[in-house]
């Protein structure tokens, strides 16, 4: 049974800093593309950040480039998402999800596996 476990999410104040991790198993990790959405209430899932199998490339949303990093431990069976300079607009709950693919995808339909989600609050 694959699981995605989501975890790191709180809240914080604008300008500040939060590390989301997603723990896998039951997946052949390194097999898998890996992404970071987002779901704000009232708007559609968006895709905000994802890393190929390997981790040797990376893809994020305009809004957060520069300030979020995806990164990966295979070893680990976890991804991660550090943000900094968070502001209230990045407020959501993100889910992370797994992508039997060799490319880093931005389309949710895409992802074959996904976790319950964390919520993140940016408080102004």
């Known amino acids: 049974q694959v699981q995605l476990e989501e975890s790191g999410g709180g809240l914080v104040q604008a300008g500040g800093s939060l590390r989301l991790s997603c723990a896998a198993s039951?997946?052949?990790?390194?097999?898998?593309?890996m992404g970071w959405f987002r779901q704000a209430p009232g708007k559609e899932r968006e895709f905000v950040a994802g890393?190929?199998?390997?981790?040797?490339?990376?893809n994020y949303v305009d809004s957060v480039k520069g300030r979020f990093t995806i990164s990966r431990d295979n070893a680990k069976n976890t991804v991660y998402l550090q943000m900094n300079s968070l502001k209230p607009e990045d407020t959501a709950v993100y889910y992370c999800?797994?992508?039997?693919?060799?490319?880093?995808?931005?389309?949710?339909?895409?992802?074959?596996?996904w976790g319950q989600g964390t919520q993140v609050t940016v408080s102004s």
């Open positions: 999800a797994a992508d039997r693919s060799a490319a880093v995808r931005a389309s949710a339909i895409a992802y074959d596996f």
């Open positions: 039951g997946l052949p990790f390194s097999y898998y593309a």
């Open positions: 890393i190929s199998r390997s981790g040797g490339s990376t």
